[in-house]
């Protein structure tokens, strides 16, 4: 039997699933570890202890600046990109109407290596 759980707010209703929401809070979960690895992996290692000083303001400079100014914006482009191609990936399948979409179905991937093996032939050092 699948256990429900039901928030209501005034007018609102909504039914939420157990399971489904011990399946996102898992995925999140693993996300920030995934997240905390990526800042502590690098050609300077950093233990998990070093890295929440660095977070609490107690760490030396030097460890603060690979974290903050090297690490952290790698790892929030990363998680931008990760958003703009889901984004674009749910707009292509709304236009053609198709929950399996892909890239493929209209030559996108074909065009981006085009105009990769253009701009190398072309302008390349």
Known sequence: MDKHLTLRYRGFSRQFSLAVLMRLSVAVALTV???L???AVG???LSPAT?????AGHADASLVFIVEQLRMP???LAALV???????????QSIIRNPLASPDLLGITS????AAVLYLSFFSA
């Open 33 to 35: 570890l995934l997240a």
């Open 37 to 39: 690895g990526s800042l």
């Open 43 to 45: 050609k300077v290692n």
């Open 51 to 55: 890295l929440m000083s660095v977070f």
């Open 74 to 76: 790698r790892l929030a």
């Open 82 to 92: 990760g958003a703009a191609l889901a984004v674009s990936g749910l707009i292509l």
């Open 111 to 114: 065009g981006a290596s085009a």
